[in-house]
């Protein structure tokens, strides 16, 4: 009876998400996972839209269990700002009130480029540093590995951001091959998602919650109150500054006087900022 617990237990339903630029990979990523389903009722290409503008939902079953799959619109878009896209992903997100167990950052296996990287600073920054303990890099076109002759360990320390950000994710690296329909290589993702939990759970936390994605957003919003604190202090303590050393009949003077203000002026209004937060916590 105690092994058909743990099994049943083994088989929780698992909800991930999947994140990238606006493309055909996540189209591709998508339709592999869902045409390995055991429930898949239709083909997956009348189901999934290559440019999503809300997030969309779909239900699999793989090896037994159940999987949630939340696509989300593309990041990198021309007609469609990131903030406005994070903010659709960050209400799917609240709408799942029991959190997510992975997200997907669904790359092409080309070089890693500065719209990537800052891509992945986007999503740090709007979802918190501890969103990575969730995050896997799920790399499409498998099959352009086996041409090159390289495995996803080669190919990732090739590139020294791409390493640091695959690094910096709990969840290994995954390569699918969209033009193979080896339901095989969906089950092992599925097994490295479920490494990834498992190693979350040990740690008490194995979702990303609605209150992880409250917590980064009040700490990016405090950030920027010092930031725009500092910049106000800093203007009003250089023009302090300057009207006190306009006595010293020298433009040396003068400018000690904007630069020492300007930056008692900041400090000041980093001070200021750092003793509201802490009155509000208490």
């Known amino acids: 009876m105690a092994t058909e617990m743990s099994s049943l237990c083994e088989q929780e339903e698992y909800r991930i998400m999947l994140i990238g630029k606006v493309g055909s990979a996540k189209k591709w990523a998508i ?35 159940d999987v949630v799959v939340f696509d989300t619109p593309g ?3 021309t007609e469609r700002s990131d903030e406005e896209t994070m903010k659709e992903i960050k209400t799917c997100i609240s709408r799942d009130k029991s959190g997510l167990h992975g997200f997907l950052v669904v790359l092409d296996l080309e070089p890693f480029t500065q719209e990537e990287k800052d891509m992945v600073q986007m999503i740090d920054s709007s979802l918190g540093k501890s969103v990575k ?19 996803i360990q080669q190919f990732i320390s090739d590139n020294t951001d791409l390493k640091e ?15 193979n329909q080896d339901p095989t290589q969906v089950e092992n993702l599925l097994q490295q998602i479920s490494n990834m939990v498992k190693d979350n759970k040990a740690e008490k936390r194995s979702c990303y919650t609605t209150n992880m994605m409250q917590r980064a957003e009040s700490i990016a919003e405090n950030k920027k109150k010092m930031a725009l604190s500092a910049n106000s202090g800093a203007l009003v303590g250089a023009t302090i500054g300057g009207a006190a050393s306009y006595s010293v009949s020298s433009w040396i003077g003068i400018a000690a006087g904007i630069l020492a203000g300007a930056f008692v002026g900041g400090l000041m209004g980093i001070a200021g900022i750092v003793a509201y937060i802490r009155a509000k916590r208490h």
Request: aromatic residues 6%.
């Open 31 to 65: 339709e592999t996972i869902l045409n390995s389903s055991e429930e898949c009722e239709e083909p997956s290409e009348t189901k999934i839209n290559l440019d999503p503008k809300e997030c969309q939902c779909f239900r699999v079953k793989i090896e037994g269990r």
């Open 75 to 77: 990041l990198c878009h």
């Open 133 to 151: 303990d969730y995050m896997m890099p799920l790399f499409v076109r498998g099959n352009e590995l086996k041409e090159r002759g390289k495995t």
């Open 165 to 179: 950000f695959a690094d910096g994710c709990r969840g290994k690296p995954c390569v699918i091959d969209h033009r």
